[in-house]
């Protein structure tokens, strides 16, 4: 199962070291790590996503990342009502024939096309991880060339209570 982990921790140099060797120790894979600093620039904010079979080493890993001296806070995400979102960088295989088909699938799932050369196009796509996936999954007949992307970076909405899906396609739209 997939667990979804924020830490915001002091924007130090050694702190995404010790904390993805505490991972390790635990020989978890990390399937997706971003960091970045806050609106304090001495706190980052680190996500990770980790594959995790038992719920209890998850509560043991989250207990000895705050015992580590530099991280802050640390919370299991997975469950809550949460913000994620993921950037992708494709660049594809794209003649000048082609362009215009891509440009169809471009627009619906509102992304961007960054860049254009001779023989290719490089685009660009944030949203949730399934969305992300959809959309490289679209492109892929036509040879994904390079493909970069950053990982989810998520942090919890701005109310407790889970929304019904009626309200939530209100928010969307």
Known sequence: MKRTITALVN???G???RITGLFARRHYNIESITVGVTENPSISRMTFVVNADQMEN???VIKQLNKQVDVLKVKDITDEAIVARELALIKIV???AQRGEIAALVNP???SIIDIGRESMTIQITGDHPK???FIDLLRPYGIKELARTGITAFNRGH???LNDSYRLT???
């Open 171 to 173: 928010l969307i739209n």
């Open 160 to 162: 407790k209570k889970p």
């Open 15 to 17: 702190v995404l070291n």
């Open 132 to 134: 992300v996936e959809a």
């Open 58 to 60: 998850v509560e043991q």
């Open 94 to 96: 794209a003649s000048t």
């Open 109 to 111: 799932f509102r992304a």
């Open 11 to 13: 924007n130090t140099s």
